[in-house]
């Protein structure tokens, strides 16, 4: 049987068997309301996340004690009220990367060349309702800045508020839980 010839473009989903290997992660579907005024993007959700389905299911992650104490969401709810209650605030959950290989769970450990980003610039020209994203630490936006930026339409970048947060992961203990707090407590006002 013939082979058939090779495509000179490259997959763009993570379809190889490399990119299928112990060490491949993928993300979570989005996770937004009917209007969503601020997207906060991580880069790739943690082993434990990832092995409970949730979002920032680490136990020492002080993500949703920060959504607490911005939004007023109860850190101490079911995880699915904890969702519905951010999303009537106008506030979804996204990672910038769909895909990558990773060993472990942090960030550093995210192998550069096997970063596949979700479809975030489709959603934004679908949504024009999300006026905020706010990056989930240094990896969310500079794999935002590295496959996303460029994807979304210049008209449509200019009108977005891009903000950088501490990273409210475990790993990230150079900065006091007030002075994350205080730098995340800017998505409580009005986006403009």
Avoid at 38 to 65: C, D, E, K, T
Avoid at 151 to 174: F, G, K, N
Wanted: hydrophobic letters at 45%.
């Amino acid at each position: 049987m013939p082979r058939r010839p090779k495509s000179p473009l490259p997959d763009l989903l993570p379809e190889t068997p490399a990119a299928n290997g112990p060490d491949h992660v993928q993300s979570f579907a989005p996770r937004l309301g009917r209007r969503c005024r601020v997207l906060i993007l991580g880069s790739m959700p943690g082993a434990r996340s990832l092995a409970a389905g949730q979002y920032y299911a680490h136990p020492q992650n002080q993500f949703w004690p920060t959504m607490q104490a911005v939004f007023g969401v109860d850190a101490a709810l079911p995880y699915e009220r904890r969702i519905a209650g951010l999303q009537a605030c106008g506030v979804g959950l996204w990672d910038v990367l769909h895909g990558c290989e990773r060993r472990g769970s942090l960030d550093s450990a995210i192998t550069a060349e096997s970063e596949v980003p979700n479809a975030i610039a489709d959603l934004l020209a679908q949504r024009c309702d999300i006026a905020v994203l706010a990056f989930n630490g240094a990896k969310a936006a500079q794999a935002f800045r590295r496959h996303v930026a460029a994807q979304i339409a210049p008209s449509r970048l200019a009108a977005l508020s891009l903000r950088a947060l501490p990273s409210t992961s475990p790993a990230h203990a150079s900065m006091s839980r007030d002075e994350k707090l205080r730098r995340w407590s800017i998505l409580a006002a009005p986006a403009g």
